[in-house]
């Protein structure tokens, strides 16, 4: 598959001093962060050095931004990779004063900016300057203090008001007999896939501006995970993440980033397994996605979701004899996989064929009922168009990115598993619009099923003195002070990266987590101004949000 | 209907039972002592036997409000729909407006910017109002019991009458707690009460402390807030 063409008359710059080079005055200090150079800039000039990375060095995606608070400094950390290679990567680390965090917003340079700084300046407290809106994003705005500063009192008191969503539009549109009108949808609503409040206004019908607001599940996933220890105490939960059945593909981030982090080796024949299960996850949460998809765009408990459901109770009944659990899985190990398949093996085998066997026909199913579907071709063929360009400059991935026509896909660029050595293509669609989105993950579905198919061929014949599920990992992980890493794998709806900073404890200093939905909601706006309501709820159900990641 | 046959419904008494014997066989079935002829009996005190009526057609159909919050609403979702199917049960048909629930099944991790909203939903639906508590979240905040943002269970907010205890709970607990439900329901018996639970409360009625000075001008004074103790949490 050909990836998308690079501009031919820029040299891009190839070793860190290149982009060093590039960097020129406004360069600090270098690092060494283990997937990427870091390069310390100077706070106020963020966005010139963004820029110049992105259009002259073709860094075109900013993934994720890490907030931290040192003893003596804040860092954000911008982590930056190409599209068309995602192993190529940087790390722009921007330092700001202990009293007076401040430092130069990347708005500007890259949309996805304005989330991801809303939530370090949430959480950690870093302010960024020239920020179109910097207000909390995930935490209600009467809160007090910032949780993942160094010096949060936890049993302070908070008081939170229940406002009634005010409507900007009400004293100046009372009186006239204008259209415009403000609408809430949600935080319980049942299109929202949870519990996602939607701020819009309306003329008529039409849809002028939407606005997300979210933090109605903010858990703490990242104190959680802070408080843990490698070892043992954090891959639990990662299945709680985006938890549609997506627990493998989680703890698959987790475990890549940790093993990484602590120099683990994994078993080829552990790696085989992981793989089969992460995808056996992709396609049940793929299922859910077209199911609640389908009964976003006709609104009914209708024969599509049942379905839709019933594939995911097979897949879930393999899952479980794999794991052990339906739903929270927790069945990776730092170095492995926790147990080997299930006895008697041949008998796994055979259900797992059987599942795949009668996988064509319920996919037929699914486009005679779905795809081919008039009704729902109206609905959704032309509806929230999401241009590349535009997906880029936001961060989507996954599925949306696909939909888009972006060839971007962690499992084939930035190899991980065992996926380099099977068979498989990248699904991608061009159409860029809702029902793009949907074929690209009924495309998927075929292609995780024939990776489980091979991953099964493979396991069937591994040698029986060879099948060793765990390597041998200390009791005890102590990796190194201040290493820092920042790793992604192709999660059910996109990237999902964690980053690390290890400080010479058992436990990381800071885990941050990148949610491809958190970045995938961002666009929703872009999709759907200028549309109607029915296209809006159309458009949200195509993202594949769940709740659990972008709130975390 | 040709016009010869029989009409299909009787009014005495024993033109029914002809029939039935006709059908059945006479003397062996009882089918029709339903439970409604159970419930009442042949004693004439109808108000106390009209509120067992009530409490069994109420145990016996109930209607869920369709509210997801976390994990725990995904095997929510699987216990409604095919092969667990809630609705064997009398219990199945998910409401999407809180107006029309009498159930809510409360199913995930509540943190502290939805239970103000949590608690109107609830406070919206029409009594007699019941409430499932589905997963560790709802009983004490479970894994994220730690967290910073997370209440410490569905009753600091809501009574709730059932827990149903797991992390999620398998769709067959979760099947096995409404039935608990629906059999204390027909029982008539009431569901416990929260003891000093977080209330929706007037900014203004607040006691005065370094948190409200601070937060005085930005909130109304008769904005209704919550307020968290954390540290008198469990
Ligand atoms: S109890 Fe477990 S599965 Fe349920 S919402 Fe809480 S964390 Fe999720």
Partial sequence: MSKGESLPETTEPTTA????????????????????????????????????????????????VSAQE????????????????????????????????????????????????????????????????????????????????????????????????????QEDHEDDDGDTMFLNIGPHHPATHGVLHLETVLDGEQ???????????????????????????????????????????????????????????????????????????????????????????????????????????????L???????RLMFNYFRLGGVVWDLPEPREEFFEKVRDFLDELPEALEEYHDLISTNEILQVRTVGTGVLPPDVAKSYGATGPV?????????????????????????????????????????????????????QCIDLLEDWPEDERTIQSNVPRTLRPEDDKEIYRAVEGA???????????????????????????????????????????????????????????? | MSSDQERPFHTTGDVQTETREARTGAGTDNRFNSKLREAFGSSPFILTKFDKFMNWVRGSSMFMLQFGIACCSIEMMHTYAVKHDLDRFGA???????????????PGTIVSKFAPRMKRV???????????????????????????????????????????????PRPEALVYGVAKLQERIANGESSPVTVKPYELEQFSDLDRDEVVDKLADQIDEDDLVMRYNWADSP
């Fill in chain 1, 207 to 317: 849809v002028i501006d939407v606005e997300s607001d979210i933090g109605y599940l903010h858990r703490c996933e990242e104190q959680m995970a802070q408080q843990g220890t490698y070892r043992y105490q954090i891959m639990p939960y990662p299945d709680r993440w985006d938890y549609i059945s997506a627990g493998l593909l989680n703890e698959y981030a987790y475990a890549r980033a940790a093993e990484d982090l602590a120099d683990i080796d994994v078993p080829e024949y552990a790696q085989v397994i992981r793989t089969m299960g992460a995808e056996m996850c992709r396609i049940a949460s793929h299922m859910l996605a077209v199911g609640t998809f389908a009964l976003d765009v006709y609104g009914d408990f209708t024969a599509i979701f049942m379905y839709a459901i019933r594939d995911r109770e097979k897949m879930q009944d």
């Fill in chain 1, 401 to 453: 990115a696909r939909g888009s026509g972006i060839d971007y896909d962690l499992r084939r660029d930035d190899p991980y598993g065992y996926y380099d050595e099977l068979d498989w293509d990248v699904c991608v669609e061009d159409g860029c619009d809702n029902y793009s989105r949907l074929l690209v993950r009924l495309r998927e579905v075929e292609e995780s099923a024939k990776i489980i198919e």
């Fill in chain 1, 319 to 325: 899952l479980e004899d794999l794991t052990g659990q």
């Fill in chain 2, 122 to 168: 609830y406070d919206q639906m029409p009594e007699p109002k019941f409430v499932v508590g589905m997963g560790s979240c709802t009983i004490s905040g479970g894994p994220f019991q730690q967290g910073y943002n997370v209440v410490k269970g569905a009753e600091e907010v809501i009574p709730v009458d059932i827990h149903v205890p797991g992390c999620p």
């Fill in chain 1, 493 to 552: 709806k996109g990237e999902l990266g964690i980053y690390m900073r290890a400080d010479g404890t058992d436990k990381p200093a800071r885990f941050k987590i990148r949610s491809p939905c958190f970045s995938n909601l961002q666009t929703l706006p872009e999709m759907s101004n200028g549309e109607y309501v029915p296209d809006l709820i159309a458009a949200l159900g195509s993202l594949d949000i769940v709740l659990g990641e972008v709130d975390r």
């Fill in chain 1, 17 to 64: 001093d290149d982009v060093a080079a590039l960097i020129g005055d406004d360069l600090l200090d270098r690092e060494e962060h283990v997937n990427a150079p870091g390069f310390v800039i100077r706070p106020d000039s963020v966005q010139d050095v963004l820029f110049r990375l992105r259009d002259e060095a073709g860094y075109d995606h900013l993934s994720c």
């Fill in chain 1, 70 to 169: 040192y003893e003596d400094r804040y860092e954000s950390i911008y982590h930056l990779k190409k599209f068309d290679d995602p192993t190529d990567e940087v790390s722009v680390v921007v330092p700001a004063a202990k009293d007076d965090p401040v430092s130069e917003s990347a708005e500007p340079v890259f949309r996805t900016a304005d989330w991801h700084e809303r939530e370090a300046y949430d959480l950690v407290g870093i302010e960024y300057d020239d920020h179109p809106d910097l207000r909390r994003i995930l935490l209600p705005e009467t809160w007090q203090g910032h949780p993942l500063g160094l010096d949060y009192d936890q049993d302070r008191p908070q008081i939170v008001p229940l406002r009634e969503h005010a409507n900007p539009l």
């Fill in chain 2, 92 to 106: 199945g048909v998910p409401r999407a407006s809180p107006r029309q629930a009498d159930v809510i099944i409360v």
